[in-house]
């Protein structure tokens, strides 16, 4: 089955300071990985998402999905108070084939 291994909380860090949250997966499908942030007393919004082999950035955070060790860590090099936060790594997977019908 599929599965999600990131980096276990909390994590407190002084202003300024480079944060890395590690994410690794196991998936038998192609893989689509997703970083969520949720704020104090809000629900949970996308903050990053990628398939395979795509760096993407938002709000500063940027996130390399590296299919040969399978991780999406999320990377933020200089933390602000108002990232203060939980931060949640999740995978889909989708498998190919074909529908039809007679």
């Known amino acids: 089955g599929d599965s999600v291994i990131q980096t276990e909380g909390p994590v407190t860090l002084p202003e300024g300071a480079a944060l890395t949250l ?14 969520y942030v949720q704020y104090l007393n ?16 938002s709000r500063g955070f940027r996130a390399s999905h590296v ?11 200089s933390v602000q108070l108002s990232d203060s936060a939980m931060y949640y790594c999740a995978l889909r997977g ?8 007679a």
């Open 94 to 101: 989708t498998v190919g084939g074909t529908a039809g019908r």
């Open 42 to 57: 809000k629900e949970p919004q996308l903050l990053l998402k990628s398939s395979e082999n795509q760096e993407m950035d």
């Open 67 to 77: 299919k040969s060790d399978s991780s999406f860590h999320l990377e933020k090099p």
């Open 22 to 35: 590690n994410c690794t997966y196991q998936s038998s499908y192609s893989t689509f990985l997703f970083w």
